[in-house]
């Protein structure tokens, strides 16, 4: 019987030249994959006995080495990740030879239809891997040409990235923070490139692609390394080297002589402030590793140097205790004596204040400068309620005495308005001692401006009364014939009331004058006009009474 040996050229793969594990290292720094070692290329020829040996020994049926080969096919193409191609297209290549060989038509028909449907699918599976091989391809060479223009476009891009804010700032580096801001910016786009560019290279390592294609891809990735990481490592030495002078700067200004210098909260806050702007800055390992140590051991001092301050201040807190104890003993006392009217309002006063002075004077800390104010302000509480209460029944007096007052000032208005009016037909001498009195009463009475404005009005129309009255007087006296002696009394009468009305008309026209000032409020101005209308009337009745003198003076000398 013969066996037809020969297979159709459609079921026949061509071989291809897939990246091996070997193919797949690479250096960080773009290079390409190095070449085998000799010791580990083995002749095709060699390849080839093996993998017939693992199949099984040429005096095995073939049915066996073909059902071993067809499960190694089968494992092959299981492989997790990518199939393991080469090898299933060698051992293809032995089953296919295995089947020249005497087989079953039975066994020949089911390990051929094996042999078909794995071949099938290792067509099928290498157009999928070649769609997601394309794929990759496609897409790392998006994001290498998208790496390589902002190379190019470095300006463009360092002019859209977002401003760097460093927090804190500290004080001392405010001078220069603009320039770590502008090589910070720079670094941080160097990094980006940087770390795109180790990405690629690891993607690249996992892809499986044509070796051409990969090293193409590898030199691209190379050239843009060239480009990156000399001017990264050329910034990150530039900010190491400024941050190393400004750190050892700081140092030599707060630390002359190891010993910190102004105030210890600023100086723990610029110190923090340097050691966080540290890890925001892209610095080496020498700049980061000694810029720390020289910061730490500056701590370290300004902890020792807390310390002792801490030692001194509690020495002085017992110092500031005991003085404390002393002033507070001391208040205490004074209040016990007051409580018990063992001294005076004032002396209390006097002691508080002597209490307050010592507590300026003595050495305190502001906790017991504070105990001490509350303990002085409890002792003044009594002392300034019982001043209160003094004040109020001062108060009470004062104006029980000027209720009394202006009731005594109502009185003297009420006599001088009666006397005014002469409703008890006094004589003249009588109203000029009533009017003599009144004045003497009115002096004693202690009046306020407006009240002794409004009584020198009345005293004025009194004082005009007797005046008037004694003009009458003489008038009749001289109209009765007892003239001789009244022409003395009716010529210096004459001389008074002339002198009276000179006053009069003074005080009229310093009235008129107010009057015509600009400024005065409504009610000023009515007052001043009232006043100006009694001056008036008082004016007009001493120049009828001067004018009756002169008539009679001159029919005494007609006579």
């Not at 590793?289 to 020792?304: F, I, V």
């Not at 063992?342 to 502001?366: F, P, S, V």
């Not at 006053?503 to 006043?531: F, P, V, Y």
Request: net charge negative; hydrophobic share 35%; glycine share 2%.
């Amino acid at each position: 019987m013969s066996y037809n040996t020969n297979i159709a050229s459609d079921e026949i793969l061509e071989e291809e030249p897939l990246t091996t594990e070997a193919e797949k290292v690479t250096m960080e720094d773009g290079s390409p994959p190095s070449e085998l070692p000799e010791d580990n290329k083995k002749p095709k020829e060699k390849e080839t006995a093996d993998l017939q040996l693992s199949f099984g020994e040429a005096s095995l049926p073939p049915e066996q080495r073909i059902s071993a080969a067809l499960v190694f096919m089968e494992k092959a193409l299981a492989q997790p990740g990518s199939p393991h191609f080469k090898e299933f297209w060698e051992a293809r290549k032995l089953c296919l030879d295995y089947f020249k060989e005497p087989i079953s038509p039975p066994v020949r028909t089911y390990l051929w239809g094996k042999y078909c449907e794995f071949s099938k699918e290792a067509r099928r599976l290498k157009e999928i891997l070649d769609e997601q091989t394309a794929f990759a391809v496609e897409q790392i060479e998006i994001a290498v040409k998208a790496l390589e223009d902002e190379i190019i476009n470095e300006e463009e891009v360092l002019s859209r990235a977002l401003p760097i804010h460093f927090n804190p700032v500290p004080q001392f580096l405010q001078n220069k923070l603009d320039l770590y801001v502008n090589i910070q910016l720079r670094l941080g786009l160097y990094n980006a490139h940087a770390s795109r560019i180790n990405v690629l290279r690891k993607e690249l390592i996992k892809t499986d692609m044509r070796i051409r294609q990969k090293n193409r891809f590898f030199q691209r990735l190379s050239l843009a390394g060239d480009k990156v990481f000399p001017i990264r490592k050329e910034l990150i030495r530039e900010s190491s080297t400024q941050f190393i002078d400004d750190v050892d700067a700081f140092i030599a200004a707060n630390f002359p002589s190891d010993t910190p210098k102004g105030d210890l909260y600023h100086l723990r806050e610029e110190i923090k402030a340097l050691q966080s702007i540290a890890k925001q800055l892209s610095l080496n390992t020498h700049a980061f590793t000694h810029t720390r140590k020289r910061l730490s051991d500056c701590w370290d001092k300004l902890k020792e140097l807390e310390k002792e301050r801490k030692k001194e201040r509690s020495q002085q807190k017992a110092v500031y205790k005991q003085h404390q104890d002393e002033i507070e003993a001391e208040i205490k006392s004074v209040l016990e004596q007051f409580n018990s009217d063992q001294i005076t309002l004032d002396e209390a006063r006097k002691y508080c204040e002597q209490l307050n002075n010592k507590m300026r004077k003595t050495e305190l800390g502001r906790d017991e400068v504070k105990y001490l104010r509350d303990a002085l302000a409890q002792l003044r509480e009594p002392i300034e309620a019982k001043e209160k209460t003094i004040q109020q029944a001062q108060a009470q007096e004062e104006q029980q005495r000027q209720a009394q007052r202006l009731e005594k000032v109502h009185q003297l208005r009420q006599k001088l308005q009666d006397a005014i009016s002469n409703e008890t037909n006094q004589t003249v001498d009588e109203l000029s001692a009533l009017s003599k009195q009144l004045v003497e009463e009115g002096d004693n009475l202690h009046l306020t401006r407006n009240e002794r404005i409004q009584l020198e009005r009345f005293y004025r129309e009194l004082k005009d009364k007797i005046s008037f009255a004694k003009d009458q007087a003489i008038l009749s006296l001289a109209e009765e014939g007892k003239g001789g002696a009244n022409y003395a009394a009716l010529k210096a009468d004459l001389a008074i009331i002339t002198e009276h009305r000179r006053q009069i008309k003074e005080t009229l026209d310093q009235l008129k004058r107010l009057a015509g000032l600009s400024g005065l409020d409504i009610s000023k101005a009515m007052e001043l006009n009232h006043q100006i209308m009694l001056e008036k009337e008082r004016y007009d009745k001493a120049m009828l009474a001067a004018s009756d003198l002169e008539k009679k003076l001159r029919s005494y000398k007609a006579k």
